[in-house]
Nanobody
């Protein structure tokens, strides 16, 4: 059973940085698509970034490209989302997600989800 646990959310001023972590367990097999989604109140869920394990190929939403970096530490089974130059519009609940196979974009039919971690950016 795949389990994902996010941490690292918090409140920060615009222009600041945060690093989100996602501790993953139960991920077996040669390839998984791992991703971050976010959802702000009253808005649709948005794919933020995705990475294919094994290849390290990453995808980013245009809204975060150049500011966010998605990485994985396979030894620790942990994913990281480094978020720099944060903007108030980045305020949302951020979710880690996983799906067996390969990512083709930031969007994927994720089967497994974490509980989310809140990020609040004030102006």
């Amino acid at each position: 059973q795949v389990q994902l646990v996010e941490s690292g959310g918090g409140s920060v001023q615009a222009g600041g940085s945060l690093t989100l972590s996602c501790a993953a367990s139960g991920i077996t097999g040669s390839s998984y698509c791992l991703g971050w989604y976010r959802q702000a109140p009253g808005k649709a869920r948005e794919g933020v970034a995705a990475i294919t394990t094994g290849t390290g190929t990453t995808y980013y939403a245009d809204s975060v490209k150049g500011r966010f970096t998605f990485s994985q530490d396979a030894a620790k089974n942990t994913l990281y989302l480094q978020m720099n130059s944060l903007k108030p519009e980045d305020t949302a609940m951020y979710y880690c997600a996983a799906e067996p196979g390969w990512c083709r974009s930031v969007l994927a039919p994720y089967r497994y989800w974490g509980q989310g971690t809140q990020v609040t950016v004030s102006s």
